[in-house]
């Protein structure tokens, strides 16, 4: 279930409010509608604020947006307009192949939380040398980028099940056998930002 901003935060208000009634008065719990009053107030409706609250967080952290608040991917997310289809992220978001809302987590879905245990555990590497440690010069995946991050969304297109390159590898490129960044090997370029041309949408 996804509650819209406005319902948790009515949600959060209404939990307040009981929460504060029973604190000024304390004689209602003596009454059965105050102690089933107790029981919403203290176990079925913070759990629903709190899942509520968890998962539009969750949705919010899929948003290019949250994935270029950090300081550490301002490069990444300029990286994206870059003015020359041989790149592909810039390719990809500017002509709409993966959502403009969501391009970060369309292309990096095991990142993090959405990863496996180990990429989780990783997320809370990463929360703590945002807030508390040092944050690397250069920043590189640990692991190599997976032809499944591509396949799930190009798997079915025409151009890549008709491409004569895509039909002569396919079962390389579905192994792993073979990378798909050997041919399009120009992704996010951020060293070489500064010599390249900017699309502006």
């Not at 107790?38 to 509520?52: C, E, H, K, N, Q």
């Not at 095991?110 to 040398?129: P, S």
Request: glycine letters at 4%.
């Amino acid at each position: 279930m996804t509650l819209s901003t406005s319902a948790l935060a009515a949600l959060t208000v209404l939990t307040v409010a009981l929460i504060v009634l029973v604190l000024v008065r304390p004689a209602i719990m003596r009454h059965r509608v105050g102690r089933l009053l107790i029981f919403v107030v203290f176990l079925p409706l913070p759990l629903l604020v709190t899942t509520a609250g968890t998962q539009e967080h969750i949705e919010h952290s899929k948003s290019t947006q949250f994935c270029l608040s950090c300081h550490v991917m301002e490069d990444y997310g300029e990286s994206l307009h870059i003015n020359d289809s041989d790149y592909l992220p810039a390719v990809h978001f500017q002509n709409r192949l993966v959502s403009q809302d969501k391009a970060c987590f369309d292309c990096h879905t095991t990142y993090t939380m959405y990863g496996d245990m180990r990429a989780k555990l990783r997320g809370l590497r990463h929360v703590w040398v945002y807030y508390a440690g040092e944050i690397p010069e250069q920043i590189e995946l640990y692991e190599p980028y997976e032809n499944r991050e591509c396949l799930h969304c190009h798997t079915g297109g025409r151009r890549f099940e008709q491409g004569e390159d895509h039909v002569d590898f396919r079962q390389e490129l579905e192994s792993g056998e073979t990378s798909c960044l050997e041919c399009h090997e120009w992704v996010h370029a951020v060293d070489e930002l500064a010599d390249l041309d900017r699309w502006e949408p």
